[in-house]
């Protein structure tokens, strides 16, 4: 019987990506977008880790590309292309009063904080795990683990959903349910599939 519900934030809840961040950013700066996620994604990694502030990245970015003004802007790029998926919002909502539900992100620390301000407060009854307080990152099995024993589940009683792939895979190893969102009415499709809904 499935008992938690685990949902990725964002691409699933919130529509946004590093990419649409990296796209954005390259425009702005002048920056070609293949040389600057080569750059930027393991410093992402490390960010959302918690291993890395944004004032080091924008350092790091500076000295690799000879920019000068160390403006990446990391919170204000979130903060104008992030917007909250209002169906999948409401979906998630109403499962919440049927099951515990969890957001599962990995996401900076600084981009966590306008998150919640913005978008994870419009969520009820959920709790939230994120990669730069457990200092994991999905798709590592412990980040998974850890959701499971926190919430006290087995990894039958539980359905993951994620856009990426990698991070789907990483849930189903450690044998969760899992679900790769692509849309909404496909997610809808799929939950009923397992008699979530």
């Known amino acids: 019987?499935?008992?938690?519900?685990?949902f990725?934030?964002?691409?699933?809840?919130?529509r946004f990506s590093e990419y649409d961040y990296m796209h954005y950013i390259a425009k702005k700066r002048k920056l070609s977008y293949r040389k600057l996620s080569r750059a930027l994604m393991p410093l992402i990694a490390q960010m959302e880790l918690g291993h890395l502030t944004v004032k080091n990245m924008e350092e790091i970015i500076d000295l690799k590309f000879g920019l000068h003004d160390s403006t990446m802007e990391w919170n204000e790029g979130y903060k104008k292309l992030a917007r909250l998926n209002e169906p999948v919002r409401n979906l998630v909502a109403r499962l919440s009063k049927k099951y515990m539900v969890v957001l599962l992100t990995n996401v900076s620390e600084s981009r966590y904080d306008i998150m919640s301000r913005s978008f994870i407060r419009r969520i009820p009854n959920k709790r939230v795990f994120t990669s730069c307080h457990l200092n994991l990152r999905k798709p590592d099995a412990r980040i998974y683990k850890r959701v499971l024993t926190d919430m006290k589940v087995k990894p039958s009683e539980a359905v993951f959903v994620d856009n990426m792939l990698v991070n789907v895979k990483g849930a189903r190893r450690v044998g969760i349910k899992s679900i790769q969102f692509r849309n909404y009415p496909q997610l809808v499709s799929d939950l009923k599939k397992i008699k979530v809904l």
């Open 8 to 14: 990725d934030i964002g691409d699933v809840i919130v």
């Open 1 to 6: 019987m499935i008992k938690l519900l685990i």
